[in-house]
């Protein structure tokens, strides 16, 4: 099993910025990816950013140019710096980390990022 531990969520204004971080415990051998997904009120979950094994980065096209995502999915460690937020970023980010090994998501908790305008 993998548990997953994300902090650094909070109110901030429009165009501020904050860093998010998930740390890894547990099986954490075998962890392909790592990434951050996000919910808001009555949307799904959708894929904000991700770190994939040998260098892959993915994000949604709404967050390009404004987050950054880092971190080393050998450690089992994902950060997520957000910058020039907008209260459509309003949302419970979650992380999340596959395990190649088992073929299964693991999902943190969620912390919940408010966009004031």
């Known amino acids: 099993q993998v548990q997953l531990e994300e902090s650094g969520g909070g109110l901030v204004q429009s165009g501020g910025s904050l860093r998010l971080s998930c740390a890894a415990s547990?099986?954490?051998?075998?962890?392909?990816?790592m990434g951050w997904y996000r919910q808001a009120p009555g949307k799904q979950r959708e894929l904000v950013a991700q770190?994939?094994?040998?260098?892959?980065?993915n994000y949604a096209d709404s967050v390009k140019g404004r987050f950054t995502i880092s971190g080393d999915n050998a450690k089992g460690t994902v950060y997520l710096q957000m910058n020039s937020l907008k209260p459509e970023d309003t949302a419970v980010y979650y992380c999340?980390?596959?395990?190649?090994?088992?073929?299964?998501?693991?999902w943190g908790k969620g912390t919940l990022v408010t966009v004031s305008s």
């Open positions: 999340k980390a596959h395990s190649m090994i088992r073929n299964t998501d693991y």
């Open positions: 547990g099986s954490i051998l075998g962890i392909y990816s």
């Open positions: 770190n994939v094994n040998w260098g892959s980065t």
